[in-house]
């Protein structure tokens, strides 16, 4: 397993589009969750899944942001109607719940809004 | 609602140096804490993991000790290298509850100069 992925790497969005970014988290990790971070700040959550179930979301997830995790595995976060406020690093991480074990992160998505 | 700060902000060290970056949150109700190394524009890397019942873990030059009834953990950087350069961010877990979702400090930005 090569760890957290998450595609694309960067995007460059004019305001007012929709964008989609997806994680692929580690295989045996039940829980996934979503952060974003802006510049100079630490990351703020956003939403989690246990499995395909969506069990929080953050006030910060306005009614734009929707966050799917299909079958389980892979998840998807969709903005719609973009922002200039939007423009930050999102970050995916997952684990396996009551493990003990700690987060692993992917490397994140740089969405600019322009 | 669980707060987490980083003192110092900043930190510029020259090689060889030992340094102590600090983390104290507010709510002594966490599942474990964590320190991650942030690089510019990239991703989180796990550096050491604390469980709520354990003071202190290592990992190489890496020291990081947690009080848990204090809401205090610190992080010893031995011998520091230009490769150390990065933002450290401590983050803690809450519990079930809570979904166990992270809270991050605001990181401290530590330049280590050759």
């Known amino acids: 397993d090569t760890g957290v992925s998450q595609d694309p790497r960067h995007k460059i969005t004019k305001r007012g589009q929709n964008v989609t970014f997806r994680c692929d988290p580690i295989?045996?990790?039940?829980?996934l969750y979503w952060y974003r971070q802006t510049l100079g700040q630490g990351p703020e959550f956003l939403t989690y899944?246990?499995?395909?179930?969506?069990?929080?979301k953050s006030r910060l997830l306005s009614d734009r942001f929707s966050a799917e995790r299909p079958k389980g595995s892979f998840s998807t976060l969709e903005i719609q109607r973009t922002e200039q406020g939007d423009s930050a690093m999102y970050l995916c991480?997952?684990?396996?719940?009551?493990?003990?074990?700690?987060?692993?992160f992917g490397s994140g998505t740089r969405l600019t809004v322009v | 609602k669980q707060e987490v700060t980083q003192i110092p902000a900043a930190l510029s060290v020259p090689e060889g140096e030992n340094l102590v970056l600090n983390c104290s949150f507010t709510d002594s109700a966490i599942y474990n804490l964590q320190w991650f190394r942030q690089d510019p524009g990239k991703g989180l890397t796990s550096l050491l993991l604390i469980q709520s019942s354990q003071r202190e873990q290592t990992s190489g030059r890496l020291n990081a000790s947690l009080d848990k009834s204090s809401g205090r953990s610190t992080l010893y950087i031995a011998a520091s290298q230009p490769g150390d350069s990065a933002t450290y961010l401590c983050?803690?877990?809450?519990?079930?509850?809570?979904?166990?979702?992270?809270?991050f400090g605001e990181g401290t930005q530590l330049t280590v100069n050759p």
């Open positions: 991480a997952s684990i396996r719940a009551r493990t003990g074990a700690g987060y692993t």
């Open positions: 295989s045996e990790h039940n829980r």
């Open positions: 899944f246990q499995n395909e179930a969506q069990l929080e």
């Open positions: 983050a803690v877990q809450g519990e079930e509850t809570s979904g166990s979702r992270l809270t």
